[in-house]
T-cell receptor, first 114, second 119 residues
Framework: DAGVTQSPTHLIKTRGQQVTLRCSPK?????VSWYQQALGQGPQFIFQ???????QRGNFPDRFSGHQFPNYSSELNVNALLLGDSALYLC?????????????FGPGTRLTVT | AQTVTQSQPEMSVQEAETVTLSCTYD???????LFWYKQPPSRQMILVIR??????QNATENRFSVNFQKAAKSFSLKISDSQLGDAAMYFC????????????????FGKGITLSVRP
């Protein structure tokens, strides 16, 4: 049973560029959440997708957008990259059928903006 | 808004000894979940233990147990018989009760604590 997968593992971009990160949820999961984790900090919630719609959003600017596909996989897009966007981006999947709603995390994508 | 505070940035424990990691939180809700996650250098966030606020009994998972004090809004993690593989960053996290939101809910994390284990 494959867990949550993310691609790419590492990414280096220049200020002002755009980036797309990808996530495939654990088998049987229908919800994907994205988190940003700055170095030495706890993860911060960006947004969550269910049934191809954004259901919840954290305190992040509109430069951060996402998408969920019919197969439940998801993308995180960041436009007009800033140096402060350098972080580990974590994807977590879960299922509405699980009352405890345990979130399973992927290994993350390390984004460096220069 | 809910907040989670982990005031100890680093802790160290001798192998085979016991260590307690502290966490406090603030919420106006009465029903919620609390979690401890482990993040080793490999970066994969792993769930260690979960506590439901309406359950008075403290959760236990093998060598890991919690001390949940709802009135004090305190949620500490005790690791017994510490092993070298326990070395990692540990995060305390809060989630609103699934029943309240009627939808999936975000996790609110503390800043984490780095645990080192001395051989």
């Amino acid at each position: 049973d494959a867990g949550v997968t993310q691609s790419p593992t590492h990414l280096i971009k220049t200020r002002g560029q755009q980036v797309t990160l990808r996530c495939s949820p654990k088998s049987g999961h229908d919800t994907v959440s994205w988190y940003q984790q700055a170095l030495g900090q706890g993860p911060q919630f960006i947004f969550q997708y269910y049934e191809e719609e954004e259901r919840q959003r954290g305190n992040f600017p509109d430069r951060f957008s996402g998408h969920q596909f019919p197969n439940y996989s998801s993308e995180l897009n960041v436009n007009a990259l800033l140096l402060g966007d350098s972080a580990l981006y974590l994807c977590a999947s879960s299922s509405l059928r699980d009352r405890a709603y345990e979130q399973y995390f992927g290994p993350g994508t390390r984004l460096t903006v220069t | 808004a809910q907040t989670v505070t982990q005031s100890q940035p680093e802790m160290s424990v001798q192998e085979a000894e016991t260590v307690t990691l502290s966490c406090t939180y603030d919420t106006s809700e009465s029903d919620y979940y609390l979690f401890w996650y482990k993040q080793p250098p490999s970066r994969q966030m792993i769930l260690v233990i979960r506590q439901e606020a309406y359950k008075q009994q403290n959760a236990t998972e093998n060598r890991f147990s919690v001390n949940f004090q709802k009135a004090a809004k305190s949620f500490s993690l005790k690791i017994s018989d510490s092993q070298l593989g326990d070395a990692a960053m540990y995060f305390c996290a809060y989630r609103t009760s699934f029943l309240h939101t009627g939808a999936n809910s975000k996790l609110t994390f503390g800043k984490g604590i780095t645990l080192s284990v001395r051989p």
